[in-house]
Nanobody, 124 residues
Framework: QVQLVESGGGLVQTGGSLRLSCAAS????????TGWFRQAPGKEREFLAV????????YYADSVKGRFTISRDNAKNTVYLQMNSLKPEDTAVYYC?????????????????WGQGTQVTVSS
């Protein structure tokens, strides 16, 4: 079992920054890949980024590459998503998720555990 709790969302102006955190508990944190997704109203859940168990590899969606950075601190059982140069189209509920498989995935159905989400709103 893995429990995930996101925090750090809020309201920010266009061009601003936010750092999301996802605190994990349960299964050993360094034993699974961790990803970030988002879902805007009326849209499917969208992959953003994923980081390996040790944190030495990360992969991004083209839509956020160069603006968002995923990182993890295995000593603190926490994964982060630093979001810069935010745009109104980044407005969504942001979720972290745990993938217990051997390799990373970009599709939400491959992930085993999810947090409850945190709202990010970017005003124009």
């Amino acid at each position: 079992q893995v429990q995930l709790v996101e925090s750090g969302g809020g309201l920010v102006q266009t061009g601003g920054s936010l750092r999301l955190s996802c605190a994990a508990s349960g299964r050993t944190f360094s034993s699974y890949w961790t990803g970030w997704f988002r879902q805007a109203p009326g849209k499917e859940r969208e992959f953003l980024a994923v980081i390996s168990r040790s944190g030495d590899s990360s992969y991004y969606a083209d839509s956020v590459k160069g603006r968002f950075t995923i990182s993890r601190d295995n000593a603190k059982n926490t994964v982060y998503l630093q979001m810069n140069s935010l745009k109104p189209e980044d407005t969504a509920v942001y979720y972290c998720a745990a993938d217990l498989s051997m390799y990373y995935h970009r599709t939400s159905r491959q992930y085993d555990y999810w947090g409850q989400g945190t709202q990010v709103t970017v005003s124009s």
